[in-house]
């Protein structure tokens, strides 16, 4: 059964950091392109960062590079987050997933899997 399943998020003031993990179980992670997005209240879903599955290629949103890296830990079938420098319009539920976004490689199931999210709120 796939799954995917985020943690790491919370309450955080403008400068801080975060990291979001996203666990994967039911197929190697390393295989497939895994993306970030997310959504604010009354706002469309954002495409925030993904990386490729075999040379590791990455993309980043215009409003969160410099700020956010994404990596990934074959070993522990799990893709990461990094947020620093975080800002109050990056408040938003984050969801990994394994639509592609722009990043290429590997496989791609037939249909594209969602975690179930995690809040991430910039706050003073």
């Known amino acids: 059964q796939v799954q995917l399943v985020e943690s790491g998020g919370g309450l955080v003031q403008p400068g801080g950091s975060l990291r979001l993990s996203c666990a994967a179980s039911?197929?190697?992670?390393?295989?497939?392109?895994i993306s970030w997005f997310r959504q604010a209240p009354g706002k469309e879903r954002e495409g925030v960062s993904c990386?490729?599955?075999?040379?590791?290629?990455?993309y980043y949103a215009n409003s969160v590079k410099g700020r956010f890296t994404i990596s990934r830990d074959n070993a522990k079938n799990t893709v990461y987050l990094q947020m620093n420098s975080l800002k109050p319009e990056d408040t938003a539920v984050y969801y990994c997933?394994?639509?592609?976004?722009?990043?290429?490689?590997?496989?791609?199931?037939?249909?594209?899997?969602w975690g179930q999210g995690t809040q991430v709120t910039v706050s003073p």
């Open positions: 990386i490729g599955s075999i040379d590791g290629n990455t």
């Open positions: 039911g197929f190697t992670l390393n295989y497939y392109v």
């Open positions: 997933a394994t639509d592609p976004l722009i990043c290429v490689g590997g496989y791609r199931f037939s249909k594209d899997y």
